[in-house]
C-alpha cells in the first residue's frame, strides 16, 4: 500500500503565504516525478508545477515567480512554498507522484486527497 498525505492548506489573505506538504509513505521502492495539481469549484483539474527526482522544476504560468516547489528524497516529501496568493489560486490542491512499489515491475501514479487552499480578497 502507498498513501499521499496532503497538509497545510488554510485560510489566507489575499497576499499572503502557505506551505504545502505532500508525504508518500508505504511500501515505495522509488518515486520518480512528483507534483501539485489543484481544482477550483466548477473548473478542470490543472497543473501547477512538478519536480522530478532530480529536482527540475516545471511551473504553471500562473505561478510563476510566487510558488516554489522543492522536495526531499530521503524523506519522500515535497513542498510546495505559495506566495503572494490571489483569490484565483483558491482551490483544492492535490498531491501526486510516479511510485515504484517493492515488488511491482513499473512506475505507477498515484493522488493524495487533496487539501483546501482558500484566499480571500
Known amino acids: 500500500q502507498v498513501q499521499l498525505v496532503e497538509s497545510g492548506g488554510g485560510l489566507v489573505q489575499a497576499g499572503g503565504s502557505l506551505r504545502l506538504s505532500c508525504v508518500a509513505s508505504?511500501?515505495?521502492?522509488?518515486?520518480?516525478?512528483m507534483g501539485w495539481f489543484r481544482q477550483a469549484p466548477g473548473k478542470q483539474r490543472e497543473l501547477v508545477a512538478t519536480?522530478?527526482?532530480?529536482?527540475?522544476?516545471n511551473y504553471a504560468n500562473s505561478v510563476k515567480g510566487r510558488f516554489t516547489l522543492s522536495r526531499d528524497n530521503a524523506k519522500n516529501t515535497m513542498y510546495l512554498q505559495m506566495s503572494s496568493l490571489k483569490p484565483e489560486d483558491t482551490a483544492v490542491y492535490y498531491c501526486?507522484?510516479?511510485?515504484?512499489?517493492?515488488?511491482?515491475?513499473?512506475?505507477?501514479?498515484?493522488w493524495g486527497q487533496g487539501t483546501q487552499v482558500t484566499v480571500s480578497s
Open positions: 501526486n507522484a510516479d511510485i515504484l512499489r517493492y515488488g511491482r515491475g513499473r512506475y505507477e501514479d498515484y
Open positions: 508505504g511500501s515505495i521502492f522509488s518515486i520518480q516525478a
Open positions: 519536480i522530478t527526482s532530480g529536482g527540475t522544476t
